[in-house]
């Protein structure tokens, strides 16, 4: 029976390798022992072996416990099954079940793994994707586990509208956030910044000059660097400032602006103006009571260590806001984000904020620590969602060959939904010729949604 089952499962072995790691357990970090498992499928004990676990981190435990997986009992079928026995990954299909001795049990759907010279491995660059289920709940109580976060997020597929409906009209304009209401967004994003009064306004930079025309109106108000800065203004200044599409910081020579997406909304025409934080939520909240729709926001705090050194305390005063706004619980129609993990745990601990959180993950070398199996895990501990740079799911070869990273299934391993940003039509990753084709990747990444600027667009 066993062999029967072995053979049927090889011819489901090809080419459409989906990788898939499993998901090991916490009470096997710090400590160099040998786990035994066994893999079930379908009722059917298929595999077993032992895995070497060296990890001094919940991280590391997991990610070592599975390079070092051996299957002992699918070897030679698999070598007489297929042409390219040496390299042909195993694909297996159906009720799949890990046991282990003393970590737990995961469960999923499917496992793939590689051929070595005395068995089988899951291979290094496999992803997490089977739900755990441990041995040993007591010490795994969501409390002791967590910096205060409460259970993971239901998966969904939303468009967030990146600063508005940002690709056709200026960036966080009341107009833009209407568009994007209209169009079917499901989240507006605002990014926050504070006034010189501490008044939370919607704006991406902590500079005025790249979407005002502050170095007009207030042509001796820079610094020494030469940027307008909207903590040095007032809102009644601020309220006075021309929005336009974005632009250089500086006008060419012969006046005219320089804008970063010239296809998009002609700079210097028509009107319009920044908005505070509470003027752009009431603005969403009473589409919502027109509409009877739940429409989101997505707030960011824009460098809230750069404001503390400034003397201003930028999640306190939003997080304030947005509890009299109603937004309190983690069900919640908000998310919100920052890119400084330490102001993230602050915002759980010392604030005891109970509101989605979602880590922004760059492209840097700081990115890369949080984009890996130890820096996720600990992202899981406080945070509920993921918002990595575009890079950093896919890239696409100049052949068309489309590169998926392992780490999106790594993210929802330890219950984080993954939100990456930007998909620009008018700006699309290198080797991705059509807005349909990024669509079909998208599609195929997986994906709990995604920022967005053109929501209609882009809907997944
Ligand atoms: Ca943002």
Redesign the pocket.
Same mark, same amino acid.
């Given at each position: 029976m066993r062999e029967v089952l072995l053979v049927g499962l090889l011819m489901m072995t090809g080419s459409c390798w989906q990788s898939v790691e499993l998901l090991a357990a916490e009470n096997l970090v710090g400590k160099q022992t040998m786990e035994s498992y066994e893999i079930w499928c379908d009722g059917e004990l298929i595999g077993q072996g032992t895995a070497e676990v060296l990890g001094d981190s919940t991280a590391d435990a997991i990610w070592m416990l599975f390079r070092t997986v051996n299957l002992r009992v699918i070897t030679s079928q698999a070598s007489s099954s297929s042409a390219d026995t040496d390299t042909a990954p195993l694909e297996i299909h159906g009720a799949i079940e890990l046991r282990t001795s003393t970590a737990g049990r995961a469960a999923c759907d499917q496992l793939a793994l590689l051929p070595t010279t005395d068995g089988w491995r899951v291979h290094p660059a496999d992803v997490l994707r089977c739900a755990l289920v441990r041995n040993d709940t007591s010490d795994h109580d969501a409390a002791n586990r967590t910096l205060g976060k409460t259970a993971p997020l239901p998966r969904r597929s939303i468009v967030i509208a #990146?600063?508005g409906a940002s690709g056709y009209l200026p960036e966080h304009t009341q107009a833009s956030a209407c568009l994007a209401y209209g169009l079917g967004a499901d989240y507006v %994003?605002q990014?926050v910044v504070l006034t010189k009064e501490s008044v939370p306004i919607v704006l #991406?930079d902590i500079h005025l000059d790249t979407v005002t025309d502050v170095a007009i109106q207030f042509p001796n108000r820079a610094r020494p660097d030469g940027r307008y800065y909207a903590l040095d203004f007032t809102w009644d200044e601020i309220k006075t400032l021309q929005v336009h599409e974005r632009t250089a910081h500086k006008r060419n020579l012969d006046g005219t602006w320089n804008p970063v997406f010239p296809e998009r909304f002609p700079v210097g025409k028509s009107s319009f103006r920044l908005s505070s934080l509470s003027e752009m939520i009431e603005l969403i909240q009473g589409l919502n009571h027109s509409t009877g729709k739940r429409v989101g926001i997505?707030p %960011?705090l824009?460098h809230p260590s750069w404001h503390r050194k400034q003397g201003y305390d930028l999640s306190k005063v939003t997080l304030q806001m947005l509890t009299e706004f109603g937004y309190r619980d983690h069900g919640d129609a908000i998310y919100v984000?920052c890119f400084e993990p330490e102001e993230l745990k602050r915002i759980r601990t010392e604030l005891k904020s109970e509101l989605p959180l979602i880590q922004?993950i760059d492209s840097d070398h700081d990115g890369d620590q949080l984009w890996s199996p130890a820096g996720l895990a600990e992202i899981g501990r406080y945070a509920d969602a993921v918002g990595p740079s575009l890079e950093r799911i896919f890239t696409v070869a100049a052949d068309g060959q489309v590169n998926y990273n392992p780490h999106v299934a790594t993210a929802h391993s330890v219950g984080l939904v993954v939100h990456p940003?930007t998909l620009r039509t008018d700006s699309l990753p290198d080797n991705v010729t059509s807005t349909d084709k990024l669509m079909e990747i998208i599609r195929h990444a997986d994906l709990d949604g995604f920022?967005s600027d053109f929501p209609d667009r882009t809907r997944f």
């Amino acid at each position: 029976m066993r062999e029967v089952l072995l053979v049927g499962l090889l011819m489901m072995t090809g080419s459409c390798w989906q990788s898939v790691e499993l998901l090991a357990a916490e009470n096997l970090v710090g400590k160099q022992t040998m786990e035994s498992y066994e893999i079930w499928c379908d009722g059917e004990l298929i595999g077993q072996g032992t895995a070497e676990v060296l990890g001094d981190s919940t991280a590391d435990a997991i990610w070592m416990l599975f390079r070092t997986v051996n299957l002992r009992v699918i070897t030679s079928q698999a070598s007489s099954s297929s042409a390219d026995t040496d390299t042909a990954p195993l694909e297996i299909h159906g009720a799949i079940e890990l046991r282990t001795s003393t970590a737990g049990r995961a469960a999923c759907d499917q496992l793939a793994l590689l051929p070595t010279t005395d068995g089988w491995r899951v291979h290094p660059a496999d992803v997490l994707r089977c739900a755990l289920v441990r041995n040993d709940t007591s010490d795994h109580d969501a409390a002791n586990r967590t910096l205060g976060k409460t259970a993971p997020l239901p998966r969904r597929s939303i468009v967030i509208a #990146h600063r508005g409906a940002s690709g056709y009209l200026p960036e966080h304009t009341q107009a833009s956030a209407c568009l994007a209401y209209g169009l079917g967004a499901d989240y507006v %994003e605002q990014d926050v910044v504070l006034t010189k009064e501490s008044v939370p306004i919607v704006l #991406h930079d902590i500079h005025l000059d790249t979407v005002t025309d502050v170095a007009i109106q207030f042509p001796n108000r820079a610094r020494p660097d030469g940027r307008y800065y909207a903590l040095d203004f007032t809102w009644d200044e601020i309220k006075t400032l021309q929005v336009h599409e974005r632009t250089a910081h500086k006008r060419n020579l012969d006046g005219t602006w320089n804008p970063v997406f010239p296809e998009r909304f002609p700079v210097g025409k028509s009107s319009f103006r920044l908005s505070s934080l509470s003027e752009m939520i009431e603005l969403i909240q009473g589409l919502n009571h027109s509409t009877g729709k739940r429409v989101g926001i997505y707030p %960011e705090l824009k460098h809230p260590s750069w404001h503390r050194k400034q003397g201003y305390d930028l999640s306190k005063v939003t997080l304030q806001m947005l509890t009299e706004f109603g937004y309190r619980d983690h069900g919640d129609a908000i998310y919100v984000q920052c890119f400084e993990p330490e102001e993230l745990k602050r915002i759980r601990t010392e604030l005891k904020s109970e509101l989605p959180l979602i880590q922004l993950i760059d492209s840097d070398h700081d990115g890369d620590q949080l984009w890996s199996p130890a820096g996720l895990a600990e992202i899981g501990r406080y945070a509920d969602a993921v918002g990595p740079s575009l890079e950093r799911i896919f890239t696409v070869a100049a052949d068309g060959q489309v590169n998926y990273n392992p780490h999106v299934a790594t993210a929802h391993s330890v219950g984080l939904v993954v939100h990456p940003w930007t998909l620009r039509t008018d700006s699309l990753p290198d080797n991705v010729t059509s807005t349909d084709k990024l669509m079909e990747i998208i599609r195929h990444a997986d994906l709990d949604g995604f920022f967005s600027d053109f929501p209609d667009r882009t809907r997944f």
